[in-house]
């Protein structure tokens, strides 16, 4: 089988790789944190060195429990709107949109991300009748102007995974800024690190083996609220509120109980744009 060579020069680029072996890695264990046979099927058909990601417990299971949690809110999101708008930032190979199978054709689906992304999602992951994907970057306006154009009745889920550590406070301020001029009444979902894992790229397990660097962090995440005066917090969730963070390994486990800066280490979010 002809496989499809990646031609992505971005630094963060090869975290999207990482992200879809981590699935790949849980989907096919004994007792799967996740099932995703699409993220498996996808690292079959890609010529990469994946085994520079190998062995990486703590990583693979944290990937997957925040697949599951973001599963989770988009479906529950589709479950009580009329006209769900689903807007995946940095959607990288995500395979969200297939993992919910039917109820994903009760909404439609926005994919953003980067052009050399974009190209290689096109060719491994072409777009059903009810998604769209853009090329572009999250800071620019174009696309939200664009979203409200095309969808004037529209209600809106962003969920934007694994994303804002790569990019400095300033960056995220901007982003979060233009959508809540735009989208009264859209729920925002993202994860977040604190201060010490944003300082300490070399401490992450599988990050450490990219060339990717964190940027951004925060401890009290309340303090977006001051961005914009429509962002209002709703909810943060640890992964330690998931009954199965147990199985990212004793290690980590260890150091989670002990450590408050590792327990908050990494943050799953709710906002609201009033």
């Known amino acids: 089988m002809s496989k499809t060579k990646p031609c992505l020069q971005d630094s963060t680029a090869d975290t999207l790789l990482l992200t879809l072996y981590a699935r790949s890695i849980e989907s096919q264990k004994p007792r799967p944190l996740i099932q995703d046979e699409y993220a498996v099927k996808l690292v079959e058909q890609i010529d990469y060195n994946f085994h520079l990601f190998d062995n990486i417990p703590t990583t693979s299971a944290a990937i997957a429990l925040r697949s599951v949690h973001f599963d989770k809110v988009t479906r529950d999101f589709i479950c009580c709107h009329k006209n769900p708008v689903v807007v995946i930032v940095g959607c990288g190979l995500d395979t969200r949109k297939q993992r919910l199978e039917d109820i994903s054709h009760q909404a439609v689906f926005y994919q953003l991300d980067l052009p050399e992304v974009i190209d290689l999602r ?135 109980l002990v450590y408050h800066a590792v327990r908050t280490a990494s943050k799953f979010l709710k906002f609201t744009i009033k």
């Open 122 to 256: 096109e060719q491994l992951l072409p777009p059903d009748s009810n998604e769209h994907y853009i090329r572009g970057c999250l800071r620019k306006a174009d696309w939200k102007d664009k979203l409200l154009k095309d969808h004037p009745e529209g209600e809106f889920i962003f969920l934007i995974e694994g994303v804002l550590m790569y990019f400095t406070e300033s960056e995220n301020r901007q982003f979060m800024t233009q959508l809540a001029e735009r989208f009264s009444g859209a729920e925002l979902h993202c994860d977040m690190f604190n201060h010490w894992m944003s300082q300490n790229t070399a401490f992450h397990e599988a990050i450490s083996r990219t060339a990717a660097t964190f940027k951004f962090g925060l401890n009290d995440e309340k303090q977006i609220e001051s961005w914009h005066s429509k962002l209002k917090h709703e909810q943060t969730w640890l992964l330690s509120d998931y009954p199965d963070w147990y199985r990212m390994g004793l290690p980590f486990v260890s150091l989670y």
